[in-house]
């Protein structure tokens, strides 16, 4: 059965009433020649040049270049201004605020011609108050290879009540939670890499009894109150028990088939002292990071790469140099699949404002991008320069100054994509394991693994606006409820559980679920 995870849209900042509704140095970059756009490099149009406003994050990065003019700014002003007669002006927006202050710009109808933000419910908002373009016949006229690039699956994710109204980026880069394991410690011990539950038991079992790192406060399963890094993996899911798609995709959590029996799992766990005794009160993860850090953890779930992040592998293998931690695939469901979440095949959220003058040269430098060989300079430079390549695959060289990318892969300047672009999927993985250096075999093996059996969440394209009432109400509640239901005595878990999911419910869980299920079918009409 295809099913899909319901996602919660995030609560969004109200829009300032009064929407707008209608409303440098050009210096060559350090470009080889044959990295041109030969299709876009055609005569430059009369007259004075035009400006494209493009935004960009300002993420705020030591020693980071002028945002408006580095070697990167440089290319595309000479690759894709000259020829176009426009000069491309770049928006900064730090990104720590960016919803609110596309906000303010689109109130006073000053956002950038070419906006963007990885938050579809934004977009959403926009659209339903007629704030940005409708882009199907502009792409149908001057976005040919960038529809050709991104294919009908991925422009979905930009359709509004069935309209195109926004561009999302390509995401290459799948892989979200994955697992990990001390395999030194499973040597040690004779345990074979544990495949289902039963087995990852008894192995935290032997970690905790015989304590093969022989550290003080050994901690068989590395827990943290963070959500994400140092939770609970895709255990949930080797759980859930069959729902209808609507089922699925509508209701939370709390009321999956299976979803009670995972959360006593970790209580049991928890009371049989194989997971970190004060995870609750770690909601930073500094105490799992130096616990992992200091050899004492067996086991943790967390981002696909995080084991192999220099903050974690570096300190660990200073303290502890035979420590190695390798990914593995251990929650299992009744249908033998490894079930996990990851991300959805679309990025970041481009669209442009109603506000905008230029929608056509907004198009055609979406669809100058779409181009490989343009892509390819933005992610990596000048070979010697930027980039060495070893075997075939592009490595990038620390940089300072102009030459410093402030985002990985570039990806604040490359709009069409999120992730390394090699044009092959192989090539793709193995340029992002690359980046592990020493680490490259486990983290291609890692990124496999945690692809697999994989999930997307369900795309909503209308906000749901109990969500953006309560949604933050909820999200502190799941949190809270986690906590209580691992941490409590086994005797009170069924009673608790069921209390618990009750107040959720009546706190406005009820009211989410309801308006999903009014979506969901309002989203399902459209496509007879």
């Known amino acids: 059965m295809n099913k899909k995870m319901l996602v919660l849209l995030p609560v969004l900042t109200l829009l300032a009433s009064g929407l707008a509704g209608c409303g440098g140095d050009n210096n060559n970059g350090n470009a080889p020649a044959e990295t041109s756009n030969a299709s876009a490099e055609t005569k430059a149009p009369s007259g004075s040049p035009v400006t494209l406003t493009v935004e960009v994050f300002d993420r705020g990065i030591q020693g980071q270049p002028d945002l408006n003019n580095n070697t990167w700014t440089r290319y595309i002003n000479e690759h894709f201004g000259k020829p176009n007669n426009a000069v491309v002006k770049f928006v900064p927006v730090p990104r720590s605020q960016e919803i609110d202050k596309l906000n303010v710009m ?13 938050d579809s419910a934004t977009v959403s908002r926009y659209a339903k108050i007629n704030g940005i373009m409708l882009l199907e016949d502009l792409l149908e006229k001057y976005g040919q290879d960038l529809k050709k690039y991104l294919g009908d699956t991925v422009l979905t994710y ?14 290459t880069s799948l892989a979200w939670i994955g697992s990990f394991i001390r395999k030194d410690w499973l040597d040690k011990l004779g345990l074979p890499v544990p495949t289902n539950r039963d087995e990852l038991y008894t192995t935290l079992v032997a970690f905790r009894d015989q304590n093969p790192g022989g550290v003080d406060g050994v901690i068989p399963w590395g827990l943290a109150a963070t959500g994400m890094n140092y939770g609970t993996g895709n255990l949930a899911e080797s759980y859930w028990g069959e729902q209808s798609d609507e089922d699925f995709v509508t209701s939370p959590n709390w009321l999956k088939p299976g979803n009670k029996e995972s959360l006593k799992f970790l209580n049991k766990l928890y009371n049989e002292k194989l997971i970190s005794p004060d995870f609750a ?91 490989p060989d343009v892509l390819f300079f933005l992610q990596y430079g000048e070979e010697g320069v930027n980039h060495q390549m070893v075997n075939g695959i592009p490595q990038m060289i620390a940089q300072t100054g102009d030459n410093m990318q402030t985002s990985p892969q570039n990806l604040d300047y490359t709009l069409v994509v999120n992730g390394v672009e090699l044009g092959d999927q192989e090539k793709n993985i193995k340029a992002l394991s690359a980046s592990y250096s020493g680490l490259e075999t486990t983290a291609e093996q890692s990124y496999k693994i945690n692809t697999t059996d994989g999930y997307t969440g369900f795309f909503y394209d209308t906000p749901n606006e109990a969500n953006i009432k ?59």
Do not use: H
């Open 158 to 171: 930009g359709q509004f009540s069935g309209k195109q109204m926004a561009i999302p980026a390509k995401r």
């Open 470 to 528: 309560f949604g933050k109400t909820l999200g502190d509640m799941n949190k809270q409820m986690t906590d209580k239901l691992i941490v409590c005595k086994p005797s009170e878990f069924d009673g608790m559980y069921d209390k618990l999911v009750k107040e959720y419910m009546d706190a406005g869980g009820k009211a989410v679920m309801e308006e999903n299920m009014k979506i969901y079918e309002a989203m399902q009409a459209n496509k007879k």
């Open 106 to 118: 689109m109130a006073a109808g000053e956002a950038p011609d070419i906006s963007f933000t990885y």
């Open 281 to 371: 009160l770690d909601k930073t993860a500094k105490q799992a990071d130096a616990d992992v850090t200091n050899g004492k953890v067996g086991f943790f779930s967390a981002n696909w790469d995080y084991a192999f992040r220099q903050n974690i592998s570096e300190p660990l293998k200073a303290n502890v140099p035979d420590a190695n931690f390798v990914p593995v695939d251990t929650f299992k469901n009744d249908e033998g699949k490894y079930k996990k979440m990851i991300y959805n095949e679309n990025g970041i959220n481009v669209f442009i404002p109603k506000s905008s003058k230029n929608a056509e040269l907004a198009i055609k430098y979406l669809n100058w991008m779409a181009n």
